[in-house]
Each structure stands twice: as C-alpha cells, then as structure tokens.
C-alpha cells in the first residue's frame, strides 16, 4: 500500500486494508471507477470519477481491477488529473 503525505498533512492512498487508516486521523473515502461487465460477460473500469479513461473490455473482473489499480497508481495517486 502506498501513501502520499501531502504538504498538507493530508494523506492519499488506493484503499486497501493493510493498514487501520483511521489510525491517520479522519478518513474521507471516494469511489475511484466503476468495474462492470457489459451485456455479454466482458468487464469494464470506468474512470471517469477519477478523471480518467474506460479500461476494457476483459475477459475476467480480476484483470479489470488490476488495470484499475495501474492506472491509479500511475495517474491519480501522484497526482489527480485535472477534470
């Protein structure tokens, strides 16, 4: 699990329970995608509430959400796309 600690003191991370993250103080989660499938069985994730792209179509929902942790990791973690 990675975090970002912002000048802030806020800190940003891809949710996972690693850790206790109330542990850090107020926690404040968002939904990052939607991960669908369509009518005929594929998977889809939907970035679009993190400014992001549609990934898909995939065979299996786990390939889908391993594209979506990427794309978070490489695009919205670091620093969230302008909207």
């Keep these: ?4 600690i912002q000048p802030d003191g806020g ?4 949710y996972d329970e690693a850790i206790n993250l109330s542990a850090l103080g ?5 939904r990052a995608s939607h991960v669908e499938p369509n009518d005929d069985g594929r998977w889809f ?3 679009d509430v993190s400014g992001g ?3 898909g179509p995939f ?6 959400l391993a594209a979506e942790l990427r794309w978070l990791c490489d695009n919205w973690l670091v620093s969230e796309p302008a909207r």
Excluded: N, T
Excluded at 1 to 4: F, G, R, T
């Design 59 to 64: 065979d299996r929902r786990s390939d889908a």
């Design 26 to 30: 107020r926690v404040q989660i968002r």
């Design 53 to 55: 792209p549609c990934l």
């Design 11 to 14: 800190v940003r991370c891809i």
């Design 45 to 47: 994730a939907d970035l």
């Design 1 to 4: 699990m990675q975090l970002l």
